[in-house]
């Protein structure tokens, strides 16, 4: 197991990815301006009146799940899918919005924040940009030398912020070949491969309405991915 630091590149995944904690910046953010004093707001209505809120709840057994379709450098496209886990901690989590707001119960506990730590679980896997998968002819596929330039970010997200998670560790990472579709043209198509990461990221203190998202940057710092784990 390896321990990264916060400051400097974080982890290189097998040599094909790399893990950066980065700020991200929000300047020129448009903020409303306040209400005048005394101004009044017009035609609220009579708490009677308000309509009531529709209880929804969700399980969340088995962990967060998250997946996103993404482009690379070059043109060849992706599939990022995953969830995130903690031992037992998912287990009968249920989310329930109503009237009242939102809280999060696991059985008769009412829960706020996530444990000391999470498991992260993702798979990076070469996708024909085209929805048709009766489509055999050669592509741009995702190459381990373009899967080595690209870079991901952690953040913890509230609201609009931010927040680069510290002291990722990467705990196992494999690239494995996709056998095609059409298996007797399999000598006639470029490789394609799928890459599975397993990382813990810490948790401690962080509250469950918060969630975890995951970017993939181009050399050029342009966007190739964005999925957030969420509650």
Request: include cysteine.
């Amino acid at each position: 197991m390896r321990l990264f630091s916060p400051r400097f590149l974080c982890a290189t995944l097998a040599g094909q990815l790399l893990l950066f904690p980065a700020s991200f910046s929000l300047a020129g953010a448009q903020h409303a301006a306040p209400l005048a004093p005394g101004l009044v707001l017009a035609a609220q209505k009579n708490p009677k009146e308000l309509k009531s809120v529709p209880r929804t709840v969700w399980n969340f057994d088995g962990g967060i799940f998250f997946a996103t379709d993404g482009s690379a450098p070059g043109g060849a496209c992706f599939r990022l899918f995953g969830r995130m886990t903690a031992s037992g901690f998912f287990d009968n989590l249920k989310r329930i919005d109503d009237s009242h707001g939102t809280r999060f119960e696991q059985g008769t506990a009412t829960l706020t924040e996530f444990p000391g730590e999470v498991r992260l679980d993702f798979n990076i896997r070469d996708f024909p940009c085209s929805p048709q998968l009766e489509q055999t002819s050669a592509r741009t596929v995702l190459t381990r030398s373009v899967m080595s330039s690209m870079q991901l970010y952690l953040y913890w997200k509230r609201g609009v912020e931010l927040r680069p998670v510290q002291n990722v560790k990467l705990q196992h990472t494999s690239v494995a070949p996709i056998v095609p579709y059409a298996v007797e043209l399999a000598g006639q198509l470029p490789e394609r491969y799928e890459w599975s990461y397993e990382m813990t990221v810490p948790s401690a203190g962080v509250p469950l309405t918060d969630d975890l998202v995951l970017i993939l940057r181009a050399p050029d710092g342009k966007l190739a991915a964005r999925v957030a784990a969420r509650l």
